[in-house]
Nanobody, 125 residues
Framework: QVRLIESGGGLVQAGGSLRLSCVAS????????MAWFRQAPGKEREFVAA????????YYADSVKGRFTISRDNAKNTAALQMSSLKPEDTAVYYC??????????????????WGQGTQVTVSS
């Protein structure tokens, strides 16, 4: 069974940084784009960032562009999200997803995605 395990969440002050990691197992990692989504209380899950199979292409939500950086290491089956200049509105549960569809689908959840359990990020003002 495919497993994605996120780590690195926590409590940080506004302006601070956090690095989230996602480790995949039982997955041909290099065949999947990887994405990060987040969900704040009472809100829908929203796209944060995605990275192509090779890592050559990255995509970001406007709200995080210039502050967050997505990366991957196919040799270690890991994806990461480096978050800087954090704001209270970045507070959410962050999820990583392995996405096998076309790039046009990476910013939306799909039924064939694999998801992790999520890691809480809380940014205090």
């Amino acid at each position: 069974q495919v497993r994605l395990i996120e780590s690195g969440g926590g409590l940080v002050q506004a302006g601070g940084s956090l690095r989230l990691s996602c480790v995949a197992s039982r997955l041909t990692f290099g065949n999947y784009a990887m994405a990060w989504f987040r969900q704040a209380p009472g809100k829908e899950r929203e796209f944060v960032a995605a990275i192509s199979w090779s890592g050559a292409n990255t995509y970001y939500a406007d709200s995080v562009k210039g502050r967050f950086t997505i990366s991957r290491d196919n040799a270690k089956n890991t994806a990461a999200l480096q978050m800087s200049s954090l704001k209270p509105e970045d507070t959410a549960v962050y999820y990583c997803a392995a996405k096998g569809g076309p790039s046009s689908s990476w910013s939306s959840p799909r039924s064939d995605d694999y998801w992790g359990q999520g890691t809480q990020v809380t940014v205090s003002s």
